[in-house]
């Protein structure tokens, strides 16, 4: 096991997170606001620098020394792929809740900024997306020692990433709070609560 792969696995994951984290920034932007960029073409540049940033990373921890952890067989591997394609399932579910063309920036978005819904899986969970990735990735049947870690710091950054993505929907969207306090952050409830509820 190479413990400087590690090291730059999570190096790289910092790198991402904090260069991803400062394109949704307020302040960044405001800044791109003031220069005359449109919130759609901000969207339609944030996603695609994302995706950029996120092959870029990817190759570079796939490019680093690895060694294999675990591979799992017979009725260990079917259960956890299950597993995955449930996890799958709900980043599709996530997708169909909104406008995805929105949200990817090949849309216009509406003069009083990102939407707040509850519609769909969205009554079950704030973050379905973060939760569907974070499922299909620990429940890989095969693991390395780099794709552990990999999996690791994503969730992490998940985890952290939500609770600033959080604030800046309460500050845009008073409502929020209510649905915050109702709906659980990646785990669901097995009944969810409907607006106004006190359960």
């Given at each position: 096991?190479?413990?400087?792969?590690?090291?730059?696995?999570?190096?790289?994951?910092?790198?991402?997170?904090?260069?991803?984290?400062?394109?949704?920034?307020?302040?960044?932007?405001?800044?791109l606001?003031?220069l005359?960029?449109?919130?759609?073409?901000?969207?339609?540049?944030?996603?695609?620098?994302?995706?950029?940033?996120?092959?870029?990373?990817?190759?570079?921890?796939?490019?680093?020394?690895d060694?294999?952890?675990?591979?799992?067989?017979?009725?260990?591997?079917?259960?956890?792929?299950?597993?995955?394609?449930a996890?799958?399932?709900?980043?599709?579910?996530?997708?169909?809740s909104?406008?995805?063309?929105?949200?990817?920036?090949?849309?216009p978005?509406p003069?009083?900024?990102?939407?707040?819904h509850?519609?769909?899986?969205?009554?079950?969970?704030?973050?379905?997306?973060?939760?569907?990735?974070m499922?299909?990735?620990?429940?890989?049947?095969?693991?390395?020692?780099?794709?552990?870690?990999?999996?690791?710091?994503?969730?992490?950054?998940?985890?952290?990433?939500?609770?600033?993505?959080?604030?800046?929907?309460?500050?845009?969207h008073?409502?929020?709070?209510?649905?915050?306090?109702?709906?659980?952050g990646?785990?669901?409830?097995?009944?969810?609560?409907?607006?106004?509820?006190?359960l």
């Amino acid at each position: 096991m190479n413990s400087m792969s590690i090291l730059w696995v999570w190096l790289s994951s910092l790198l991402f997170a904090l260069v991803h984290s400062l394109m949704a920034t307020t302040r960044i932007k405001a800044f791109l606001f003031e220069l005359g960029v449109g919130g759609q073409a901000y969207r339609l540049a944030y996603s695609l620098l994302a995706l950029m940033l996120t092959a870029l990373w990817l190759w570079f921890v796939h490019a680093l020394p690895d060694a294999p952890l675990y591979h799992l067989a017979g009725w260990r591997n079917v259960l956890l792929v299950i597993v995955q394609l449930a996890g799958l399932a709900i980043v599709l579910l996530s997708f169909r809740s909104f406008d995805g063309g929105m949200f990817l920036g090949f849309k216009p978005w509406p003069d009083q900024g990102e939407p707040f819904h509850e519609t769909g899986i969205y009554r079950w969970l704030r973050h379905p997306m973060y939760s569907g990735v974070m499922l299909a990735l620990l429940a890989s049947p095969m693991q390395t020692v780099n794709s552990l870690h990999l999996s690791l710091a994503i969730c992490l950054y998940f985890i952290i990433g939500a609770q600033f993505e959080e604030r800046r929907m309460l500050a845009e969207h008073p409502a929020y709070a209510d649905y915050r306090r109702r709906v659980p952050g990646f785990i669901p409830h097995v009944i969810p609560k409907g607006p106004g509820s006190r359960l």
